[in-house]
């Protein structure tokens, strides 16, 4: 049985922010099918340091590995990208000793199929390269760029042409890829209706929760916190988590009196870290999310800049909570709006929802329980990736084997 390849943007352990939950899985199940090898980066030496525990974790079926600290900064990136007419998403991504990694394994190793993850990785690709090509774009980045740039500002011109450059690159990894895949129905149909590419196979490869992690039963204790309590979580250094807590502290939680928000989430950056007073509580990384989320009233996922599927939503549905949502965040999840969660747009429709849950904790309660029934029927991880078997060209025989 021939070998996998697996490219990712980040070391897809441990499975603690959204595109390295999504890579993690992915890795685990292909790692049950064949033999992977690996070749990534990482953001920094400590998350590099992580290669061990992955290993252990996948129990010896993964071959060899590399992992490369991402050191070129967004400044280089953008000169280099500006020299060479490429988006600053590649230049950003780009590494000379990885490239010969995976030279050598194509040239050494059994490789059947390469799974690049996110479009970053489809440039270490060859491009003749007879090995079967699956590409997991996850979102499209290039319509992140664009939604960027009619933010205004003076990143405008350059989101711009990041998007403009960004998406003909995507557009071309598609043609030449066996598979494209993409983390919604929604996502995978604005591509295909952007790309114009009759002959791409282009799919949803939809996430799933880990709903034993992930379980209102867990003996997990509740992080202590004023009540009632409003929870955010995601990597805070992130550009859409970002604007959503921002604007959430500004345009909604003025709304709400007596009312406590709680940002959760790693590396917040400076805007965030500035939000911090009296009601709201910014924690920077914590050892258990669940914690936060077993404490809240009420989770909120504000987003006005958002691709695919949001896993913080799925999780919070996991747990119980009641989810107050905006339309970005809720774009693509496969729920019911007033039964398994809220979905308000603006800001007076959001702090109503909130308002009327927190008034009404029987309604909550309910809406809790219907979220954690609708993951459990629509989002086990073992269903959603049972095509990759087919999809990296194993078929069921194999796949069982």
């Not at 000169?79 to 600053?88: C, F, Q, S, Y």
Request: aromatic share 6%; with cysteine; net charge positive.
């Amino acid at each position: 049985m021939a070998d996998i390849l697996f490219l990712a943007h980040r070391i897809p352990y441990p499975p603690d922010r959204g595109d390295k939950i999504r890579s993690w899985h992915e890795l685990k199940h292909l790692s049950r099918l064949a033999r992977v090898h690996l070749a990534c980066f990482a953001d920094d030496p400590a998350d590099a340091a992580h290669l061990p525990a992955l290993r252990k974790a996948l129990n010896g079926r993964l071959g060899e590995a590399k992992v490369e600290v991402r050191r070129t900064g967004k400044a280089v990136a953008g000169a280099r990208a500006l020299i060479e007419g490429r988006p600053v998403s590649l230049t950003m991504f780009d590494s000379h000793g990885l490239r010969a990694f995976v030279r050598r394994l194509l040239a050494t190793r059994d490789i059947g199929t390469i799974f690049a993850f996110s479009g970053q990785m489809a440039q270490f690709v060859p491009p003749r390269a007879p090995q079967r090509f699956v590409m997991d774009f996850g979102d499209m980045d290039s319509e992140k760029f664009a939604s960027y740039a009619e933010e205004g500002g003076l990143m405008a011109p350059i989101h711009r042409r990041e998007a403009r450059i960004l998406f003909a690159f995507e557009r071309a990894v598609a043609a030449r890829a066996e598979i494209s895949l993409f983390v919604s129905e929604a996502e995978a149909g604005l591509f295909r209706e952007r790309v114009h590419l009759p002959g791409a196979d282009i799919r949803a490869l939809q996430n799933g929760v880990d709903l034993r992690f992930y379980d209102p039963a867990a003996a997990v204790a509740p992080a202590e916190a004023p009540h009632p309590l409003i929870v955010f979580t995601g990597q805070m250094d992130y550009a859409p988590n970002i604007d959503a807590v921002t604007w959430f502290a500004a345009e909604v939680l003025p709304m709400l009196p007596g009312i406590t928000f709680a940002i959760v989430g790693r590396k917040p950056a400076e805007a965030v870290r500035k939000l911090a007073r009296e009601r709201v509580i910014v924690t920077g990384a914590v050892d258990d999310v669940r914690a936060w989320l077993a404490a809240a009233d009420i989770v909120v996922a504000p987003l006005r800049i958002a691709r695919g599927i949001q896993n913080k939503v799925l999780e919070a549905m996991a747990m119980a909570r009641p989810v107050v949502a905006s339309p970005a965040a809720f774009e693509g999840i496969d729920a019911k709006s007033g039964r398994d969660l809220i979905v308000a747009e603006s800001a007076e429709e959001q702090a109503e929802a909130i308002s009327d849950l927190l008034a009404d904790p029987a309604r909550a309660a309910a809406i809790g329980k219907a979220a954690r029934r609708r993951v459990e029927q629509a989002y086990r991880w073992e269903a959603q990736l049972a095509p990759l078997a087919e999809i990296v060209g194993l078929g069921k025989r194999k796949a069982a084997a």
